[in-house]
């Protein structure tokens, strides 16, 4: 079993949809939970992070954290052709170390 | 704020080559780190700097990856010699420091080992 393992995708939603987008993971030791947005032929951007459970909302962004069933959602309200994008989760333990353990990523299309 | 800076874009190499990755991070940040993405995957770290030192290396393929980061400053990743399996793309990330969550990721050389 991965670590760290995300929705396949690729999905396809039209614009002005609410998107979810899931990772689960198997390391227990996890923290730190980020979403990572990466556009073709450039490196991935973070998005947002939160530590250890609970919701954080940035904008049209809202990452929710679930460590009881080890279990990390990005939602995107109003969906935009601009977020377009393949999007990574990632994780890592608490300390000195800041190791990222990423997931496969999901490639979101918006269609106009 | 100049963002991580990173050359080549693009290489095309024949197996059993060598071929050397730049990388300059943001400036003041003390943590370096490569990773290597495989087409369709997430990206995985190869090694991990702090200053010149190395935190992390324990998945760089050692036989034929070397990395090193001079003054603590610039870096260069070298395969040699190059696999098939290397095609990838080579990111380069920095962080202020070892204990920061946020990594700032430059747009990546592209391999191509044919």
């Known amino acids: 079993q991965k670590e760290v393992e995300q929705d396949p995708g690729p999905l396809s939603v039209p614009e002005g949809a609410i998107v979810s987008l899931n990772c689960t993971y198997s390391?227990?030791?996890?923290?730190?939970f980020m979403w990572y947005r990466q556009y073709s032929r450039k490196g991935p951007e973070l998005l947002m992070y939160t530590y250890s459970s609970g919701n954080k909302e940035d904008g049209r962004f809202t990452a929710q954290v679930d460590k009881s069933s080890k279990y990390i959602s990005l939602f995107i309200r109003d969906s935009q052709p601009s977020d377009s994008a393949t999007y990574l989760c990632a994780m890592s333990v608490a300390g000195a170390n800041s190791k990222l353990t990423f997931g496969k990523g999901i490639t979101l299309s918006v269609r106009p | 704020e100049a963002g991580v800076a990173q050359s080549p874009r693009y290489k095309i190499i024949e197996k059993r080559q060598s071929v050397a990755f730049w990388c300059n991070p943001i400036?003041?940040?003390?943590?370096l780190y490569w990773y290597q993405q495989i087409l369709g995957q997430g990206p995985k770290l190869l090694i991990q700097?702090?200053?010149?030192?190395?935190?992390?290396d324990s998945q760089l393929p050692k036989d034929r990856f070397s990395a090193e980061r001079l003054k603590g400053v610039d870096s260069t990743l070298k395969i040699q010699p190059a696999k098939l399996e290397d095609s990838a793309v080579y990111l380069c990330?920095?962080?202020?420091?070892?204990?920061?969550?946020?990594?700032?990721f430059g747009p990546g050389t592209r391999l191509t080992v044919t």
């Open positions: 390391n227990s030791a996890f923290q730190y």
């Open positions: 400036s003041g940040h003390a943590t």
């Open positions: 990330a920095s962080s202020l420091d070892f204990a920061r969550v946020e990594q700032y």
């Open positions: 700097f702090q200053n010149n030192g190395v935190v992390d």
